[in-house]
């Protein structure tokens, strides 16, 4: 192309790149539809999109910190899940141990992402102890109104010394 029809080609509207928006467009979308498809996700992301955590970063921290585990190790945040591995975390009080059965990479509504996990028996079970044990125990050792004073001090560092 000379340098002359170059310029009447922009000046009169004929000039085309050598991609179009429509070409594009098909290009990100059969992108995507390969990312949906895709057989593993990372960790973290699944995390996410299964609601464990509010943030990408925040189940990269619990990752990082030892809070979650994958078939039973620690592992690294990039780390590929697939379908039917075992994945434990830990959310405050809370373990739960939860086999994957679906996965995704993008976060959605509640009722999605809890058809991406099952939670096992045994986990359940152990909540329901531990929340049962935790309120007896909030029942039979009430918290004092006050802190105890000097003479209660001496009494209770008598008794821990006896013990």
Do not use: C
């Not at 991609?19 to 539809?33: E, I, R, T, Y």
């Not at 102890?129 to 109104?145: L, V, Y």
């Amino acid at each position: 192309m000379t340098w002359h029809n170059w310029r009447k080609n922009r000046i009169y509207g004929t000039f085309r790149p050598h991609f179009s928006l429509v070409n594009f467009g098909l290009f990100m979308a059969a992108k995507q539809q390969q990312n949906s498809e895709a057989t593993t996700t990372r960790l973290d992301k699944w995390l996410w999109a299964a609601r464990f955590y509010k943030t990408r970063a925040i189940a990269k921290q619990m990752i990082d910190g030892g809070k979650v585990f994958y078939n039973g190790q620690r592992t690294k945040s990039g780390k590929a899940v697939s379908l039917g591995d075992t994945i434990r975390v830990r959310q405050g009080f809370d373990e739960k141990e939860v086999i994957v059965i679906a996965l995704a990479d993008k976060r959605r509504d509640a009722t999605f992402a809890q058809t991406l996990y099952r939670e096992t028996e045994a986990s359940m079970e152990t909540r329901e102890r531990n929340t049962i044990a935790r309120k007896q125990g909030a029942f039979f050792s009430p918290a004092t109104e006050t802190k105890p004073d000097k003479k209660q001090r001496r009494q209770i560092r008598q008794f821990k010394e006896r013990i």
